[in-house]
């Protein structure tokens, strides 16, 4: 029988060692992940009250049945969201669903098309609950230069230009 006593063993010692590094990395992980979404909810929050001249809101009206689930996933923040939900959230969003014969279908065409290019992934093994993939895409135009903004908010606060 092998002995397992890590005194003895410096290849165990180092494994251990690994493992708990592994974990505290882990840990730090999960704690960046939630600061970082609670971050990114009070800047989408605070964005177009600072600056409302530069924040337009989205015509949902006029997206593809794809950017609009983007964006529903990304206003998740992480929750996951089941095809259903997103057909009741696009419709009490407004996007027009009429013109699908099949909206249910023509959604879950959509997220498994995005499931393929991994800007979703299926959550569980039985494929009911999505949440953004490491490639999702954004739906909004890009964000503006932090510096930029903030000069602006400072020349506005202070009344010069």
């Given at each position: 029988m092998?002995?397992?006593?890590?005194?003895e063993?410096?290849?165990?010692?180092?494994?251990?060692?690994?493992?708990?590094?592994?974990?505290?990395?882990?840990?730090?992980?999960?704690?960046?992940?939630?600061?970082?979404?609670?971050?990114?909810?009070?800047?989408d929050?605070l964005?177009?009250?600072?600056?409302?001249e530069?924040?337009?809101?989205p015509?949902?009206?006029?997206?593809?049945?794809?950017?609009?689930?983007?964006?529903?996933?990304?206003?998740?923040?992480?929750?996951?969201?089941?095809?259903?939900?997103?057909?009741?959230?696009?419709?009490?969003?407004?996007?027009?669903?009429?013109?699908?014969?099949?909206?249910?279908?023509?959604?879950?065409?959509?997220?498994?098309?995005?499931?393929?290019?991994?800007?979703?992934?299926?959550?569980?093994?039985?494929?009911k609950?999505?949440?953004?993939?490491?490639?999702?895409?954004?739906?909004?135009?890009?964000?503006?230069?932090?510096?930029?903004?903030?000069?602006?908010?400072?020349?506005?606060?202070?009344?010069?230009?």
């Open positions: 092998a002995n397992n006593d890590s005194t063993n410096p290849y165990v010692a180092a494994l251990f060692q690994a493992w708990e590094e592994l974990r505290e990395l882990q840990e730090q992980e999960r704690a960046l992940v939630v600061k970082k979404a609670q971050l990114q909810q009070s800047v929050a964005w177009p009250l600072a600056c409302p530069l924040a337009t809101a015509d949902i009206r006029s997206m593809t049945l794809a950017d609009a689930i983007r964006l529903l996933v990304q206003s998740c923040s992480g929750r996951p969201i089941t095809i259903k939900e997103i057909r009741g959230k696009l419709q009490d969003i407004g996007f027009d669903l009429s013109k699908y014969s099949n909206p249910l279908a023509s959604i879950h065409t959509a997220a498994s098309r995005m499931v393929e290019s991994e800007e979703l992934v299926w959550l569980d093994d039985e494929g609950k999505l949440t953004a993939g490491p490639e999702l895409k954004p739906v909004l135009a890009a964000e503006p230069d932090q510096t930029a903004v903030l000069g602006m908010l400072g020349e506005n606060s202070t009344g010069e230009k």
